[in-house]
């Protein structure tokens, strides 16, 4: 969960929130995350956290029992989401789901007039199987791999920590189900010996369908 989403939650501000955890953080209480996010009114850059669910409990822990219930809420709203997604196998599900996902965002462009590309997305992603990389997920979508790269960055997705050349997902991105993690063993350090692992990140039948929705390749 965002230090964002935590202050729109407990009507505090920002600002409050980030102090608050950066203090928990010098404390050594929760870990840090300090990711970057692009505000969508002024496209200026400004610093959040992404938390846990564990260091989102700790940080609301000396607010009042009616705003902890609200984060405690949204937390099981968030963990019931994971997973709904199935891919249909025939035509007359796929229509379903497209229906149902049209309900759900409230949006009328989503009926069945426009199902045709839908289903033929459906059909794309029940080729792909499991979660895939970024790179075969934009043959999937049938965009070109480095707009899809700069999509989802854009649109917060993915990022990249300061000095370092890998892709990390955002976990909002994880909790929704869209995207994971891959994890990888490297070699260990030469110095140090210390064994070292890399996390590429990998999107989900259910992030693919929700960026088919989108329609994504028209924008880009």
């Known amino acids: ?81 994971v997973g709904q997604f199935q891919i249909p196998a025939t035509y007359a599900e796929a229509l379903q789901a497209a229906a149902d996902q049209a309900r759900d965002n409230q949006s009328l462009r989503l009926v069945i007039l426009d199902q045709e590309p839908k289903v033929a997305a459906i059909k794309r992603l029940a080729a792909a199987g499991g979660a895939i990389c970024i790179t075969d997920s934009a043959k999937q979508l049938q965009v070109q791999p480095c707009k899809l790269f700069a999509w989802l960055e854009q649109h917060r997705w993915i990022y990249r920590r300061k000095g370092s050349r890998r892709w990390v997902a955002y976990q909002p991105r994880i909790t929704s189900g869209y995207m994971i993690h891959k994890v990888t063993a490297l070699k260990p350090d030469r110095e140090t010996g210390i064994e070292r692992a890399a996390f590429d990140p990998m999107i989900t039948p259910k992030g693919l369908a929700y960026l088919a929705e989108k329609n994504i390749g028209a924008s880009l």
Not at 1 to 28: F, P, Q
Not at 50 to 58: C, E, F, K, N, S
């Open 1 to 81: 969960m965002s230090s964002r989403e935590i202050a729109e939650l407990t009507g505090s501000s920002h600002d409050n929130v980030l102090k608050t955890i950066r203090a928990y953080v010098a404390k050594g209480v929760v870990s840090s995350n300090d990711t970057p996010y692009v505000h969508p009114q002024n496209g200026q850059v400004y610093r959040e956290f992404l938390l846990t669910q564990r260091d989102t409990l700790v940080v609301v822990s000396g607010y009042s029992v009616e705003l902890r219930a609200k984060i405690i809420d949204r937390w099981q709203e968030l963990e019931a989401q």
